[in-house]
């Protein structure tokens, strides 16, 4: 008889409302919790019953929490998916490695400016000249790995860090470093390779402890590894749902490959807001604009998207590897934090369901970006 982790219940959803100081407060406000349950409503209908799932979380402030689940966490089997259930949380990993990176600085152990060279002197120049700092906040202009057609053979199988900086050593970069931002995947197995020389440990090895030490439910990705809870992972494909390829997520390492429970993902949010992961003073370092060498600013820190929700600061990053989605928000002023994980991959990314939940909630004007909306865009004002 087949084991079955999961809770059978095709989606769980919890509510608590409590009283507030607030003003206006979301207990006051008409309707709220019925504006929160059609907003949940109108996102599950992307995950019917027997199909690939999505677990959430949401703590909106005021008391008002939603947690559940939808779907399966394994369609062959009818498992449904739940709060326990292992996921691949793509990009969302830059923010957890930049925050674990973090860490090492505070023990002396790195430095965000010096040339990376310093921490691996093997590295070719014009990499081994970047620095930690521009590194996590995409402004090494080092150029995109994954489209080099030279990688390709290897994303079946694991790859270590050393072999894709082999396999990338000739790849130009595109700026100067420090000029501009631009998305670059290889920033992060570069992060990857220098916490390796540092710690004498593999990634997977790193940040497994990491956040173990830190009693988070969350782990590397090892594809060979026996893993208990993983959710299985699903993609569209013309128009039909099959298994993922079973493609090996070290050719992104700690660009994408770690997996995070929604439980994980809601601790980690409440630690680093609490202060538990990194000391005050180098959060607000990684949640602070990235200034250039022309003075300019990007909406980018050290591994968080920075922006604004009707007036509040919101940090907050999307995911999206074969077979997943993710995406997270929180706020650091006032603790409010969004958790959306998917084993299903999508042409829609979970960005839209996030703020599906918000704008629904405070009232949102509806051609307005979340992320990027000011106060008198929400009829209710979280800043307040």
Not at 336 to 348: F, G, K, P, T, W
Request: charged fraction near 15%; charge should be negative; aromatic fraction near 10%.
């Amino acid at each position: 008889m087949l084991h079955k982790p999961f809770t059978r219940k095709l989606a769980t959803v919890a509510f608590f409302m409590a009283g507030s100081l607030c003003a206006p407060a979301l207990a006051d406000a008409p309707n709220v919790q019925q504006r929160l349950d059609g907003a949940l409503a109108e996102i599950a209908r992307d995950y019917p019953a027997g199909g690939p799932g999505l677990s959430f979380y949401a703590d909106l402030g005021d008391g008002l929490i939603a947690k559940g689940s939808f779907g399966l966490a394994n369609i062959e089997w009818g498992i449904p998916l739940d709060s326990k259930a292992l996921h691949r949380i793509g990009s969302v990993s830059k923010s957890v490695t930049a925050i674990a990176a973090l860490d090492l600085f505070e023990q002396r152990m790195l430095s965000l400016d010096a040339p990376i060279s310093t921490f691996a002197p093997t590295l070719p120049p014009h990499m081994g000249e970047r620095s930690m700092r521009q590194l996590l906040s995409h402004t090494s202009g080092l150029a995109e790995h994954a489209f080099n057609e030279k990688l390709l053979p290897h994303i079946w199988r694991p790859i270590p860090t050393d072999k894709i900086i082999e396999i990338e050593a000739n790849t130009r970069p595109e700026f100067t470093p420090g000029a501009q931002y631009q998305y670059s995947n290889f920033n992060y197995v570069l992060v990857a390779h220098v916490l390796e020389q540092v710690t004498g440990q593999s990634f997977e090895h790193f940040i497994g402890s990491y956040l173990g030490r830190h009693n988070i439910d969350g782990q590397y990705d090892n594809q060979d590894k026996i893993t208990p809870y993983r959710a299985e992972f699903y993609n569209q494909l013309g128009g039909e749902l099959i298994n993922t390829p079973a493609v090996d997520l070290s050719h992104v390492s700690a660009a994408g490959a770690i997996l995070m429970s929604l439980e994980g993902m809601q601790a980690w949010g409440k630690k680093l807001m609490e202060g538990e992961l990194a000391n005050a003073g180098l959060v607000e370092i990684a949640w602070a604009p990235t200034k250039l060498l022309d003075g300019s600013q990007t909406a980018y820190g050290l591994g968080f998207n920075i922006g604004q929700f009707c007036g509040e600061k919101v940090l907050w990053h999307t995911g999206a590897t074969p077979g997943a989605r993710a995406v997270y928000a929180f706020f650091p002023n006032s603790g409010r934090q969004i958790v959306l994980l998917s084993n299903a991959y999508r042409d829609e990314s979970l960005y839209g369901a996030a703020g599906t939940i918000l704008s629904a909630v405070f009232g949102l004007d509806a051609d307005a970006d979340w992320a990027e909306s000011t106060r008198e865009q929400c009829s209710l004002s979280p800043a307040q």
